[in-house]
């Protein structure tokens, strides 16, 4: 790993909060495929103003609905092993002074869901999370009449 994306990690990690989007009809983290590699990216922001600039197009333009949320370092770990069951692989960190994208394996250890006993254990299907995430971009952007 670069010596800024490491730089941005330590300070991701030492940072009380940072925010992101959530989406409103899942109350998932509003993921974005990215359009060059196609990573299932959730953008996290430093800086709260910045989160809701971001948010602008995607509200206005494409008519998603967005709730802004702040997670607290205490919860970043459930945060950030969550996304494994979301079928997200990436996380973009976008601070003051620059944008870093993550794998999600670079940022918390990938759960082995076999030593957590059956009961237990999350349910992961990523491939039908995405299919959920696609269908309720649609949905959410039809008019009711």
């Not at 974005?32 to 948010?55: G, H, L, Y």
């Not at 940022?107 to 039908?128: G, S, W």
Request: aromatic share 8%; proline share 6%; glycine share 2%.
């Amino acid at each position: 790993m670069e010596k800024s994306k490491i730089e941005s990690l330590q300070k991701l990690q030492k940072m009380e909060q940072f925010y992101l989007l959530i989406n409103a009809g899942t109350h998932n983290p509003f993921v974005v495929c990215d359009k060059e590699n196609f990573n299932d990216q959730v953008w996290i922001f430093e800086v709260e103003d910045d989160m809701k600039e971001a948010a602008k197009p995607y509200m206005i333009e494409q008519k998603h609905k967005l709730i802004p949320a702040k997670i607290e370092n205490k919860g970043y770990l459930p945060f950030f092993t969550s996304l494994f069951t979301l079928g997200v692989n990436a996380v973009v960190f976008v601070e003051k002074e620059q944008t870093t994208e993550f794998e999600l394996t670079e940022i918390v250890k990938r759960p082995i869901l076999e030593k957590i006993p059956e009961d237990k254990r999350p349910l992961e299907n990523p491939a039908l999370a995405k299919s959920d995430r696609k269908g309720l971009r649609s949905d959410s952007r039809r008019s009711v009449s």
